[in-house]
Structures are given as C-alpha cells and as structure tokens.
C-alpha cells in the first residue's frame, strides 16, 4: 500500500491523499476501514476543501490547492480546461477536443492519467452519447464514482 498522509472516508469512494513537499501529489481510490487523520497544514487544508466540496459543490468552483506532479504539456492543457468546468456543468470528450485542436481520444486519455480526481474535475467530461468512462474504466466501481460526483454537483 502507497504512502498516504490522510485518508478520507466519502460517500463514493475511501480517498489517499499522498502530499509531496507540502504540494498535492495524488488522491486515489482505495480499500480501507480506517481513516488516517491529516498530521500537517497541508493534508489539513486539502482535507478540509474535499469535504467542502462533498458539504455543497459549488461553495468553491475551483479547488485552491498547490499540486506537484508530472505531466506532459498537453496533459498540463486539458487538466487546466477541466478546472475551468464549473460544478453543476459537463462538457464533451469531443467538445473539449475541438477547443484544443486535439482528438476525443486524445483528451479521453489525459482525463485517465489525471492524478488528483476531484480536484482535477475530470469526472465533468462525458462522452457525446452518455456518461463515457472514468479513470480509464467503462463499468463498475469507478463508474459508479463518476455517477455519484455528476449528481452530487446535480449535473447528471
């Protein structure tokens, strides 16, 4: 099991919070029973607006939260577009795609790689013909995450 500094237990999923050099490095799904308490500002902070987001979406459009990860420019540029997605909206794989000059595919696949869902809102993009897939998965358990998140933000 990965290092996590805080867990969090939600109504969707149990959350891994993992923080490097005081900056937001991933959250991840993940089987546990226990919670693990946030021992520094940092976990706190990041704690604190996930669970003011699960309080009401739209208190905060847009999380305030320094992340610290790798990703290539163009994952850079669609994770930037996602956060421009208010909660409560959805867009299309295909209608991001044409804002960027890219495929549906292409975007498809930086939501996949997307490190800090939730945050990173990768959960407002849908396909043109339905909800689409989460996380690189098109049934099952993070389905189901998608689902929940699109109708916790009232949009689904």
Same mark, same amino acid.
């Given at each position: 099991?990965?290092?996590?500094?805080?867990?969090?237990?939600? $109504?969707?999923?149990?959350?891994?919070? !993992?923080?490097?050099?005081?900056?937001?490095?991933?959250?991840?799904?993940?089987?546990?029973?226990?919670?693990? /308490?946030?021992?520094?500002?940092?976990?706190?902070?990041?704690? !604190? &607006?996930? !669970?003011?987001?699960?309080?009401? $979406?739209?208190?905060?459009? &847009?999380?305030?939260?320094?992340?610290?990860?790798?990703?290539?420019?163009?994952? &850079? &540029?669609?994770?930037?577009?996602? /956060? /421009?997605? $208010?909660?409560?909206?959805?867009?299309?794989?295909?209608?991001?795609?044409?804002?960027?000059?890219?495929?549906? !595919?292409?975007?498809?696949?930086?939501?996949?790689?997307?490190?800090?869902?939730?945050?990173? $809102?990768?959960?407002?993009?849908?396909?043109?013909?339905?909800?689409?897939?989460?996380?690189?998965?098109?049934?099952?358990?993070?389905?189901?995450?998608?689902?929940?998140?699109?109708?916790?933000?009232?949009?689904?």
């Amino acid at each position: 099991m990965k290092n996590y500094q805080a867990s969090i237990r939600t $109504p969707f999923a149990h959350l891994g919070i !993992r923080i490097i050099d005081n900056k937001l490095a991933a959250i991840d799904f993940i089987e546990s029973e226990t919670e693990i /308490k946030p021992a520094d500002d940092t976990t706190v902070n990041v704690c !604190r &607006q996930i !669970r003011r987001y699960l309080d009401d $979406p739209g208190a905060n459009e &847009q999380f305030d939260i320094p992340c610290s990860f790798s990703a290539t420019p163009f994952q &850079q &540029q669609v994770w930037s577009e996602l /956060k /421009k997605i $208010p909660p409560g909206k959805v867009v299309t794989y295909g209608e991001l795609a044409n804002k960027l000059g890219t495929s549906a !595919r292409a975007v498809g696949n930086a939501c996949r790689q997307n490190p800090v869902p939730v945050v990173i $809102p990768c959960h407002r993009v849908v396909s043109a013909s339905g909800i689409g897939g989460y996380a690189g998965d098109t049934g099952g358990d993070l389905l189901k995450i998608k689902s929940w998140l699109l109708q916790h933000e009232g949009s689904a």
